[in-house]
């Protein structure tokens, strides 16, 4: 009964998660069992004053106002005056425990209508609750609960639309590079004497249209993982600067064909505390969406810094400035910033969310900000085991 009820409101809070005020937080049980006492305290206390002022009455009466004549009534009264003493306050008792089953009972009915009301907590229906005036605080409370849970079905379903769309288009774009392989492989099957210089031709294309599927196979196991990962960090120490400029020659080669440069400028003597293959996927993913949206020719600076126990890392780029309405969007699951799909630069929009929960994991923060020369991610982490050297 009761127990299961609360049980299940107290679920229902935790189902709809990331609202941090639940039904059974203190500052709010405290208040509303404080207005049950004092209501049922004013009661007892009314009905008391009642009371003595009913006995105050019948004693006036009684002795003042009747003359009595030997009756059944005179001697059944005369022979209650002895217990007087007794009556009054067992009468009394009476009374409060009458006051305290009807504050109860009227408790009880607020409980059934809370119950009653938790059921449109799981409908998919805009209808919020409605409760009487005494239990205001409760149906706020409720109401709230209810807003957060359409607003996350709201996302979940914005991210399902998303993810169908992306996996949509990998599909169709497998086709082309699958397409290609074959055809350039069954060329090279067909002619055995083909002229040297026109086999290295195809070759290359037939190998670049199979790097290209790869990369969307990728892109499938991504999506794959990101829904049934969880995030497990193994914590050591790292040497940032060495991280980072290890990364900047890995990807040297994506880097040279657009005349593009990833310069690092961090001391050589930082020590991050933290997953190192975790980080080191946040700012690959940072590092590859700041290659595919800034300019050919540019510079990506990444700048990483130790300030009041917190190391900062930030990647500067030249570029098309992100949208402001854009900017708090991007770190979410599946969003991509250019609307039309593009085979060079399209990806399956999981690259800043997972760097998002990782980071988060790390109880450190991610930003962005653009404006229209420049477009900078910043990565801040706590730094409490990790010491400068010198």
Known sequence: GKCMTVQ????????????????RNKPFRSTFTRKMILRCVRMGLLASLGYVLLIAAAY???????VWQPSLLYDFLESLEPFVTLLIPVGWLILILAVIYLQWKRTVGYIEQVVTASADLVRPDKEFVRLPEELREVEDRMNQIKRTALKNEQKAREAERRKN?????????????????IGYLSLLDEAPDMPEKQRRKYTGITLEK??????????????????????????????LAFMLQQMADEFYPMLSPQNKKAVVQAPGDLILWGDADKLSRVFNNILKNAIAYSYDGSTIAI???EREG???????????????????TIFERFFRLDAARSSKTGGTGLGLAI???????????ITAESNETKTRFTVVLPNRRGKQRG
């Open 60 to 66: 006036f009466v009684l002795h003042r106002m009747i």
């Open 303 to 305: 700048t990483a810094m």
């Open 355 to 365: 760097a998002k929960e990782i980071v988060m994991a790390h109880k450190g923060t």
């Open 8 to 23: 299940s409101i107290r679920n229902t809070s935790k189902r709809y998660g990331g609202w941090d005020i639940k039904l």
């Open 165 to 181: 769309d992306l996996v949509v288009n990998i599909a169709h774009d497998i086709r082309t590079p699958l397409s290609s392989v």
């Open 210 to 239: 199979a790097y290209r599927l790869e990369q969307l196979m990728n892109e499938f196991f991504e999506i794959t993982r990101f829904n049934v990962s969880s995030i497990v960090l193994n914590m050591g120490e790292i040497h």
């Open 310 to 328: 917190k190391v900062i890392i930030q990647f500067t780029n030249q570029g098309d400035p992100i949208p402001k309405q854009k900017l708090s």
